[in-house]
């Protein structure tokens, strides 16, 4: 099968050639990552503030000295990761591209778009819903009883644990069109076994949500079921 092979050097390139793309396609991502982290870092009071809108009234602490200094910096790096990986995904296609088929170029690349997509969807979907729903009711839960006074360290980890598993849970259309494409599971069983789907949905949701708000969990496994099941439709829709 013709290979998709764009380069400007018709001749196939040398292993060392190869390393040399690669080492030129990793410093470009590490300068990107760089330069993404130190303007987090330059505006860390601004996210900062986004970061603690969910959680309006609440008094954060400084529980140890340089605290927040550090929390910053582990912000402003794990800011310049998420930011930058668009960029990143993008050299490791140009770089694996010259060695693809047409069908594998038509599979691998659409993919990795969608996980981008679905990835920063799950964020979105933490940020807005699934993280003030929680707040809500750990902050209701013994406020007669206990006055709600967090460490910023604390907290921003609460906010990177919840957002980074909800991206992750979003994969699973990726990971449906992954077994269907290379054919290991059809949408035909995926369908078969939605009763299995529906339990898992809910322990993932329990799991994932780490306040026992029934609400939180229920959206949560309900996004959880959205996604699986438009990942079977589209996996049927693309293998007619």
């Known amino acids: 099968m013709r290979k998709i092979y764009i380069q400007n050097n018709p001749k196939n390139m040398s292993i060392f050639e190869h390393l040399e793309e690669l080492r030129r396609r990793f410093f470009m991502v590490l300068i990107i990552f760089c330069i993404i982290t130190t303007l987090c870092l ?13 959680a309006l009234g609440i008094k954060f602490l400084q529980l140890a000295p340089g605290e927040y200094i550090f929390v910053s910096i582990k912000m402003s790096i794990y800011a310049g990761v998420v930011f930058s990986s668009p960029f990143a995904i993008y050299q490791i296609i140009l770089f ?11 599979y691998l690349i659409p993919t990795l778009i969608t996980s981008i997509f679905l990835f920063f969807l799950g964020i979105i979907f933490s940020y807005k819903i699934l993280i003030p729903g929680a707040l809500n009711f750990l902050i209701n839960y013994g406020s007669e009883i206990v006055e709600p006074i967090w460490s910023f360290e604390e ?19 990726v990971v449906q069109l992954l077994l ?7 949408s035909k069983n995926m369908l078969k ?5 529906i339990f898992i949905s809910t322990v993932i949701g329990a799991v994932i949500t780490p306040s026992t708000d029934p609400i939180t969990q229920i959206f949560m496994s309900l996004a959880i079921l959205t996604l699986y099941f438009s990942g079977i439709l589209i996996l049927k829709t693309l293998k007619r």
């Open 193 to 197: 076994y939605w009763k299995y789907i």
């Open 42 to 54: 330059v505006n860390i009071k601004s996210i900062s503030f986004i970061l603690q809108e969910p």
């Open 155 to 173: 907290y921003f980890n609460f906010i990177l644990l919840l957002s980074f598993s909800t991206g992750l849970a979003f994969q699973i259309p």
């Open 96 to 106: 694996i591209l010259p060695g693809l088929t047409n069908k594998e170029a038509s």
């Open 180 to 186: 269907g494409f290379f054919n290991i599971v059809s």
